[in-house]
């Protein structure tokens, strides 16, 4: 991740509103650093400071001592110029509601913008956010859940919105390279089709069917696995030792 | 989401490995049945059953109680014709790699093209799969995190793998592919990788390098290339093939 994009999600703020339990705002806090989020407010927490808290922050402890703690919503996202709702459930209420993948792609447009600060608001574990919260929210995200059971643990969603904005800011899927062997060329496929073509010969084994199409069938498998170079060297040596038992054989003979 | 894709992620295990803390358990549970999840597998679990899991697992106990405890890695995995390990590092592996959100979309396409079960592997708290785990898988999926703070809770990790997979998995069409052949389970893969073995050690090959490095290059080799049953069959012929010309020589000298 870029710095660029490191400081948008130091923009963002994650507001813990009346959190009933110790433990989740320290699941919360471990949950938001593993996606580079830092900023935590906590809206009249029932217990905090706490142990509980600091066990389960597990290495991001430095989060919950550096939590804004404050006693109501208006103070936590006063500062904020865009303040967010969260719900794992459709709500009755006539606001606008945007899913959390679409939200996060959002909020980065908001800062790319040069707009200022983000503010997004968990509500207490058995009711979710109250009206009152809502009525200070420009918007609410959803959670797609299972419609059967919808009973997001706080830190998972958390977790979930941390993830998805730390996707959308970096605006890059990396896909990590599997190997550090360069693949093998064309070149050196064909060579070991050659080779394996010749082998199946010595065997006896490309007489028993059509062997242009068993070929192409192993040229498929092979090929899809995308071999490296020292992967065929590998499979390479694997023939030349089967074929020299088959030539002792016949020296022997 | 419509029954067609709630029969796929039917069709999608999750397999704890060794988890150490119950708490986990239930956790990892309640997440999994928030996105439509219902298959869990234990591997040597420190503790199960336990009323902490119960605790946790919230409105998803029915998710513990039908539970498969097992022993080994290898019979939990014996049934799936494609087995992902889950890391949110890096590994030193040289294996095919994906993010999660991709690696989903391609949980849809396997499903799409009438392919079997898939089992997804979550390695213990402290120190992720181990490189045996790793043998057994055809894919490695990673959870995008901070650089300075990848330390994702278990729990954390199967809500957002369970997460992308409920969103890729909405609104796919499944479109028949009847002419292809059933991959190889598991199960199937690990007798060719035993028949593989024995051949390399007749061949006086297995004993120029370290045997288990070696079996582990072909295993990730061939895992890759997610064999179909009937190209396993050709596999072992060519493998029989090979060494019956090896045991002619021995019987003829």
């Known amino acids: ?4 994009s490191k400081r948008m999600l130091d923009r963002i703020d994650f507001v813990l509103v009346e959190t009933s339990h110790p433990g989740n705002i320290g699941s919360s806090a471990r949950a938001m650093k593993t996606m580079g989020l830092k ?3 906590l809206v009249a927490p029932k217990v905090f400071p706490s142990t509980e808290a600091e066990a389960l922050a597990s290495g991001a402890t430095d989060l919950l001592q550096n939590a804004r703690v404050v006693q109501s919503v208006e103070e936590a996202v006063a500062a904020a110029d865009w303040v967010v709702g969260t719900s794992s459930r459709a709500r009755a209420v006539s606001m606008p509601t945007l899913d959390v993948r679409e939200a996060a792609h959002q909020m980065a447009d908001h800062f790319a913008a040069n707009h200022g600060e983000i ?3 968990f509500g207490p574990e058995r009711t979710g956010l109250t009206n009152h919260c809502l009525d200070r929210c420009h918007q609410l995200i959803t959670i797609p859940t299972s419609e059967s059971y919808a009973s997001l643990n ?3 969603a958390v ?3 941390a993830y998805e904005l730390r996707l959308a800011f970096n605006g890059t899927n990396i896909v990590a390279e599997s190997s550090q062997y360069p693949l093998a060329t064309a070149a050196e496929m064909d060579g ?3 080779h394996l073509e010749q082998a199946l010969v010595e065997f006896d084994f490309l007489d028993r069917s059509n062997p242009k199409l068993l070929m192409r069938r192993l040229r498929r498998l092979y090929n899809r696995a995308k071999p490296d170079q020292r992967e065929i060297n590998i499979l ?3 023939l030349t030792a089967a074929q020299s038992h088959k030539n002792n054989k016949k020296n022997n003979t």
Chains 1, 2 share one sequence.
Do not use: E, H, K, T
């Not at 991740?1 to 660029?4: H, L, P, S």
């Open 192 to 194: 070991y089709y050659q």
């Open 154 to 156: 706080l830190a998972a």
């Open 119 to 121: 503010a997004i608001l």
């Open 159 to 161: 977790q979930i919105v």
């Open 1 to 4: 991740m870029d710095n660029q």
């Open 39 to 41: 900023n935590l407010s």
């Open 236 to 238: 390479r040596g694997i």
